[in-house]
C-alpha cells in the first residue's frame, strides 16, 4: 500500500466513496471520530503523483490508480491540525490502521499548547533508499536525453563538466529488484548495460534512444528506450538510478546536525524541468537535535531550486535500493531507484508542521 500524507487546506471537492467495502470502514470510523469531536471528510479521484512506491505492483502496473483521500481536521483547530491521508482502493484493508493512526496524531496535536511551524532553510538528512526517490528526480529525469529541454540537461554542458560535489557518482543500470520486467533489452532491441550518468561529481553521459540522439548526435545508445504501450510515444526513460555509495558515516552525520530533520518516507515528489524547482511531499521525518535523531515526527513540503541539491554534504555506505513508479511522457513504467544516507546543509522547508 502506498500512503500519501500531506497539507492541503484547498480541499474543496467531495465526492462519494464508490466501493461498498471502503463505505462500511470509512462510516465506521467516521462514528469513532466524531465521538472525540474529530471532523472527516472525504474526496474520490484518480492521484497524479508523479512517483510512487508500490505495495501492489500488478494493480499499479495494471493503472488501477483509483485514489480515496480522506481530509481529518480537530474541530477546535481546524486551521492548524488539517491533515491528508491517501490510500488506494485495492488497500481498503489497512484503512482503518491508517486513520486511526492519524486520529492519534490528531489528538496529540490538541494537547499542544502553541502552533509549530517547520518553515526556513534547514540541514536535511534522507534515510537509505529514500534518497533514491531525489536522485530520481534531479539527476535522472534531467538526464533523459528526450528531455534535452531541461534546465540541467548534458546537452548544455560538455562531458566532464563539474556539476555537483565529488561524492556524486550516479549509475542507471538493469532492473535489480524485482529483475526480468523488459529483459535486459529496451523497447529498440538496445542491450541494456549501466550507464554512467555522472562520475564524481562531473557529467558523464544522459540517457539515449534513438530518436534522442538523432536530434543530439555525439551520444551512444545507452538502451534506455522505454514505452507504457504501443499507443504511447518511446523516449529515453530510466530503469534503475542510483547514486552509489560514499564514504562517510551515517553517525558523523547525525551529530554534525545541531537542529534538522531525518526523512523517512516521502509521497510525492517531482522536479518542473524546465524551471528546474523540486517539489517533495514528506510524509514522515523525525526531527534531529544536538546531533541526536529524536522520536518528534513531523510532516513538511520542500520548494526549493534543483541547484540547492549538487552539493552533497554527506553521502554514506548504506546504499539501498527500492522500487516505484514513475508517470512521465511515454507512460506509466515500473522504475527502481536507490541511494545510501544522503545529507544536504541548506534546504528550504515550506508548510510543515510537528
Same mark, same amino acid.
Given at each position: 500500500?502506498?500512503?500519501?500524507?500531506?497539507?492541503?487546506?484547498?480541499?474543496?471537492?467531495?465526492?462519494?466513496?464508490?466501493?461498498?467495502?471502503?463505505?462500511?470502514?470509512?462510516?465506521?470510523?467516521?462514528?469513532?471520530?466524531?465521538?472525540?469531536?474529530?471532523?472527516? &471528510?472525504?474526496?474520490?479521484?484518480?492521484?497524479?503523483?508523479?512517483?510512487?512506491?508500490?505495495?501492489?505492483?500488478?494493480?499499479?502496473?495494471?493503472?488501477?490508480?483509483?485514489?480515496?483521500?480522506?481530509?481529518?481536521?480537530?474541530? #477546535? !483547530?481546524?486551521?492548524?491540525? %488539517?491533515?491528508?491521508?491517501?490510500?488506494?482502493?485495492?488497500?481498503?484493508? %489497512? +484503512?482503518?490502521?491508517?486513520?486511526?493512526?492519524?486520529?492519534?496524531?490528531? /489528538?496529540?496535536?490538541?494537547?499542544?499548547? &502553541?502552533?509549530?511551524?517547520?518553515?526556513? %532553510?534547514?540541514?536535511?538528512?534522507?534515510?537509505?533508499?529514500?534518497?533514491?526517490?531525489?536522485?530520481?528526480?534531479? /539527476?535522472?529525469?534531467?538526464?533523459?536525453?528526450?528531455?534535452?529541454?531541461?534546465?540541467?540537461?548534458?546537452?548544455?554542458? !560538455?562531458?566532464?563538466?563539474?556539476?555537483?560535489?565529488?561524492?556524486?557518482?550516479?549509475?542507471?543500470?538493469?532492473?535489480?529488484?524485482?529483475?526480468?520486467?523488459?529483459?535486459?533489452?529496451?523497447?529498440?532491441?538496445?542491450?541494456?548495460?549501466?550507464?554512467? +550518468?555522472?562520475?564524481?561529481?562531473?557529467?558523464?553521459?544522459?540517457?539515449?534512444?534513438? #530518436?534522442?540522439?538523432?536530434?543530439?548526435?555525439?551520444?551512444?545508445?545507452?538502451?534506455?528506450?522505454?514505452?507504457?504501450?504501443?499507443?504511447?510515444?518511446?523516449?529515453?526513460?530510466?530503469?534503475?538510478?542510483?547514486? !552509489?555509495?560514499?564514504?562517510?558515516?551515517?553517525?558523523?552525520?547525525?551529530?554534525?546536525?545541531?537542529?534538522?530533520?531525518?526523512?523517512?518516507?516521502?509521497?510525492?515528489?517531482?522536479?518542473?524541468?524546465? &524551471?528546474?524547482?523540486?517539489?517533495?511531499?514528506?510524509?514522515?521525518? !523525525?526531527?534531529?537535535?544536538?546531533?541526536? /535523531?529524536?522520536?518528534?515526527?513531523?510532516?513538511?513540503?520542500?520548494?526549493?531550486?534543483?541547484?540547492?541539491?549538487?552539493?552533497? #554534504?554527506?553521502?554514506?555506505?548504506?546504499?539501498?535500493?527500492?522500487?516505484?513508479?514513475?508517470?512521465?511522457?511515454?507512460?506509466?513504467?515500473?522504475?527502481?531507484?536507490?541511494?545510501?544516507?544522503?545529507?544536504?546543509?541548506?534546504?528550504?522547508?515550506? %508548510?510543515?508542521? +510537528?
Amino acid at each position: 500500500m502506498k500512503l500519501l500524507f500531506f497539507i492541503n487546506r484547498d480541499v474543496q471537492e467531495t465526492l462519494p466513496i464508490a466501493s461498498g467495502t471502503v463505505r462500511h470502514l470509512y462510516n465506521e470510523a467516521l462514528m469513532s471520530l466524531e465521538s472525540l469531536g474529530l471532523i472527516l &471528510r472525504r474526496a474520490h479521484s484518480k492521484t497524479h503523483a508523479i512517483i510512487h512506491l508500490p505495495g501492489n505492483l500488478v494493480n499499479l502496473l495494471e493503472k488501477s490508480h483509483e485514489f480515496i483521500m480522506l481530509v481529518m481536521e480537530d474541530s #477546535k !483547530k481546524p486551521d492548524e491540525s %488539517r491533515h491528508v491521508v491517501g490510500f488506494y482502493t485495492e488497500a481498503s484493508e %489497512r +484503512m482503518v490502521d491508517d486513520m486511526n493512526r492519524v486520529r492519534d496524531w490528531l /489528538i496529540k496535536r490538541r494537547k499542544l499548547t &502553541r502552533r509549530f511551524l517547520i518553515t526556513g %532553510r534547514h540541514p536535511i538528512l534522507f534515510a537509505p533508499g529514500i534518497g533514491g526517490i531525489l536522485i530520481h528526480e534531479i /539527476i535522472g529525469h534531467q538526464f533523459e536525453l528526450s528531455k534535452a529541454f531541461s534546465r540541467y540537461s548534458p546537452t548544455k554542458f !560538455k562531458r566532464g563538466h563539474k556539476l555537483f560535489s565529488d561524492n556524486v557518482t550516479v549509475v542507471d543500470g538493469p532492473l535489480c529488484v524485482i529483475p526480468g520486467i523488459g529483459g535486459n533489452f529496451d523497447d529498440e532491441g538496445t542491450i541494456k548495460t549501466d550507464t554512467v +550518468m555522472i562520475e564524481a561529481g562531473a557529467i558523464n553521459l544522459p540517457l539515449t534512444d534513438k #530518436k534522442s540522439i538523432a536530434a543530439n548526435p555525439g551520444y551512444p545508445l545507452t538502451g534506455n528506450c522505454r514505452r507504457e504501450t504501443s499507443q504511447d510515444e518511446p523516449a529515453s526513460r530510466m530503469y534503475c538510478t542510483y547514486l !552509489k555509495n560514499g564514504t562517510d558515516l551515517v553517525s558523523q552525520a547525525v551529530e554534525s546536525i545541531d537542529y534538522g530533520f531525518y526523512v523517512e518516507q516521502v509521497s510525492y515528489a517531482a522536479c518542473s524541468h524546465r &524551471r528546474g524547482r523540486v517539489i517533495m511531499c514528506v510524509g514522515r521525518a !523525525k526531527v534531529i537535535k544536538k546531533g541526536e /535523531i529524536t522520536d518528534t515526527a513531523v510532516t513538511f513540503i520542500i520548494d526549493d531550486d534543483i541547484s540547492s541539491f549538487f552539493n552533497f #554534504k554527506f553521502v554514506c555506505d548504506d546504499l539501498l535500493i527500492q522500487s516505484g513508479i514513475c508517470h512521465s511522457s511515454s507512460g506509466v513504467l515500473y522504475i527502481e531507484h536507490g541511494s545510501p544516507t544522503i545529507g544536504f546543509e541548506n534546504i528550504n522547508v515550506v %508548510r510543515g508542521f +510537528m
